[in-house]
């Protein structure tokens, strides 16, 4: 794939490919468009809704966009820049100004998103086209090689910038329950965001920098919920003698999974992770006298602020956050209170996984777990313990998701097992890995991006999950090693001093 | 010098299945020697070497370490405890470097135990104590100097995987070095080096004896390291010992010269081309 050429291919050659992508968009397509199932009272009239005229303009649109993509291939900057920009401003005015037109109906699709996703390509051929036109020269560095150098220059500049950066997001961060737009709807999306952004930065740990890939992550966190909750209820311990009880609890799990699979790597290792994951949550379903099964856990006491219950009306001689503050400054009570609060320890909770993630790469034992995901056999012969390195790993990552674990339960006040499937562990990792494995700031943009971006757009409902699985795909294709994939040495020769 | 060899292996034996890779082999190497083991291909050499440095578990025999540090018997140690603690180091056929990692973390990977115990096993270097930052600096001194004898000093920075084959190769030895072993093992390390390099091999090889005054047990095809560097030659063919000696015995002995050219013309076997 990589060895083509920005030499010129032979004309009937695109004409074949355009035809063949046309062919298989409309194999694909001619059963699962094309032919849909009425339910309800259409379905008396006729069971069957055909829909071939969608089914063409999907094939259509592919034998286009190919055509678009091999004549750029080619060399035809020109001619792909006017056409791309011809057909997206086309589509565009269709959809705008003509919704009803039976032209319009008859040559694109009744919804509206596929037609915009065609403006799109369009668009973005086109401007591709337009670039490599005025920058020729670098259209001739093509390929999987120059894309990856490309991108990992980015990665390295966007690191670059988050060196300095990376407090201003942590203060804009801070300043958000301040701002004017900040309500509720936006604090509870940050909350969750933020959330995860723990957990990926737990998780990298353990995938990140020791190269273990850990299909079962959410059983941490589940630990550390439960651990928290059962605390609370049954000894009625307050949330922060138990936040730190939680994630050992939960990094004693991390040790118990990680013996059995010391000898483990890739994909054996993954299997046995994802198993570990749906025992602790079958534990939790089935153990009904310990952990209340299904029905889960109710009443679990929420945080206050060093003692101040975060409640409207404190029984008598007792204070609540609102009347305490009060005494200083009057205000007035706000269920919001609580939510802000809560927002900020999550935001300490994540800053504490992140500066020490920062920090223990750079010591011994950080160095050691990237040597392992390197080379294990390299590492032995070095004298490095390979079973204690791994477990510490485990642990630690494991550790870091007990603490979000517990936040979660009392964020909640209810925890069950629903909240700990296997989707959990899918999407967290997915945030290290579509981030770039090892990259603090890429976790943060993968988080937003997948948990941030699809609550945002809700409005979207069933197209949702497909831009999630499409984006997931491109990562895949364009960029392997995640979107911000770029190492720094964790210690340079040249600023140690001595000679240069 | 009547103190105990360095090294001592004695009937060492290893089976896989119904294949004796290592069949019975005795030898000893000294401190401040390069001892070869030289053979044809399959003659259990990279066998041996996976033995002594705890890679596989011999079938039988003894393997004893002895130098200032203790005496270690090397069958009954864990690999890593085997680098860690009988300070013996390694190299690999096909270079085993950490290659997503920088020339100079590479090195200090390679000092890990003593950093770990500099840092408190983390926590002193967790709150950032001076007693770690010292190590560091004093590893980070050791990697230099390993880095000015193989002449990447000006490559510290850079992945080690993108360095050309004949620098992964001296980056290999220089990171067993930095972890002060007493008993270095190579594993054909001159294997795809040009002519230049190969000489700039010899030099290093030479020095890291002479003036580290530590044990050297080469593998190594390329007879003209071999003979030029080596003081001592075992020779095994299939799994056992044929030879032993100064290089000069060596290449005269004619189990050798059978071993590698084939059996000569008129003997009993009939002449294997």
Redesign the interface.
Known sequence: MAARSSASVPANDILRQSALAGLLVFGLAVALVGVRIQDGSAAALAPLHFRFDDVLTAAAAAALGRFGVLLLRAGLHAPVAAGGAAVALAVALAQWFAPAHPLRLALLFDVAMPNWLIVAFAAFLALCAAWRLRHAPVAVMQGADARESVMDHLGAQVQRIARFAGPLILLLAIALPLMPFADRRLIDIAILVVTYIMLGWGLNIVVGLAGLLDLGYVAFYAVGAYSYALLAQNFGLNFWICLPFAGIMAAFAGVLLGFPVLRLRGDYLAIVTLGFGEMIRIILLNWYQFTGGPNGLTGIPRPSFFGLPFTASPPEGTHSFHTFVSLIWPIEFSPNHRVVFLYYVILALAMITNL?TL??RR???G??W??L???E??????????TNTKLTAFAIGAGFGGFAGAFFATRQGFVSPESFSFIESAVILAIVVLGGMGSQIGVVLAAVLLIGLPEFFRDLHQYRMIAFGAAMVGIMLWRPAGLLAH?E??????T?G?PP | MTAAPLLTVEHLTMRFGGLVAVDDVSFTAETGNITAIIGPNGAGKTTLFNCL???YAPTSGRMRLAHQGGEFLLERME???????AKV??T?QNI???????V??NL???Q??E??RA?GY?LA??F?LGI?RHA??RA?ER??YW?DRVGL?AR??IDAGSLPYGDQRRLEIA??MC?EPQLLCLDEPAAGLNARETGDLNALLTFIRDTHHIGVLLIEHDMGVVMSISDRIVVLDYGRKIAEGVPAEVRGNPDVIRAYLGEEQGSEMGGAA
Do not use: K, W
């Open positions: 020490f920090r223990i010591l011994p034992i160095r050691a990237e040597a995901r390197e080379d056999i390299a590492c032995r012969s070095l004298g490095i313990n390979p190492r040495p964790t210690l340079r020769l040249s140690q001595g | 440095t705890g890679f690999g890593f405890r085997i680098a860690a603690a180091a390694r690999f085993r470097l950490f290659r997503g990692m920088s100079l973390e200090i990977v390679a890990h135990n950093l770990m840092s983390t270097g967790l950032g770690y560091e600096a980070v990697a230099r880095l000093t510290a920075d990171r067993a972890t």
